[in-house]
């Protein structure tokens, strides 16, 4: 069910892994059995701060049905990389597209506990179990933010906080784990 292009879910899919000199014609190559929404313009690529490609992308589609054939793409090569797609939803493509990238606001108050090189394939309880071993060590790199959106979390890697101190905000963290545990 499409809610329509602005706010709602529409059909959209998350693509990580993809090469940083990727462009939009070669992502809508790996997807050529799927119809792409407004074609090239429908591939939204992710930067970072710096302006840098991130590797990742989002790819509009114009139904539940493309929606699924994309995501058989799902761990497909590309080059000598895969690529891993998820679905996702415009609520979500509209966030990140608007807090990343050079032009993007302050990461310091956007409303997330964040966590920074964590291994690949660490697990929620290895998380909240790190954090309860060496609070002092993450108390020096997580960033205490301000917004939040529940969309967000199982593929962002960060937990939605509110107006909390620190300590709140890794409390929260863990709540939040266990709650997905």
Not at 64 to 70: G, M, W
Not at 74 to 87: I, L
Not at 134 to 152: F, P, W, Y
Request: glycine letters at 12%.
């Amino acid at each position: 069910m499409m809610l329509g292009t602005e706010g709602g879910e529409g059909f959209v899919v998350k693509v990580r892994g993809l090469p940083w000199s990727c462009s939009a014609d070669e992502v809508q190559w790996v997807f050529s059995d799927c119809k792409i929404q407004n074609g090239a313009q429908g591939v939204r690529f992710i930067y970072t701060r710096e302006g840098r490609p991130s590797g990742e992308a989002f790819v509009e589609l114009e139904s539940e049905d493309e929606v699924k054939l994309a995501l058989k793409k799902d761990r497909e090569t590309m080059g000598h990389r895969y690529v891993e797609v998820s679905k996702s939803n415009n609520v979500e493509m509209d966030w990140v597209l608007k807090h990343t990238g050079p032009s993007s606001p302050d990461t310091a108050n956007d409303g997330f506990v964040r966590l920074r090189g964590l291994p690949f394939g660490c697990s929620k309880e290895e998380i909240g179990t790190g954090i309860s071993k060496s609070l002092r060590a993450v108390e020096l790199k997580l960033e205490l933010t301000m917004i939040h959106h529940k969309n967000l979390w199982p593929c962002s890697g960060q937990v939605p906080v509110t107006d909390l101190g620190l300590a709140e905000g890794i409390t929260a963290l863990e709540e939040e784990l266990a709650l997905k545990g």
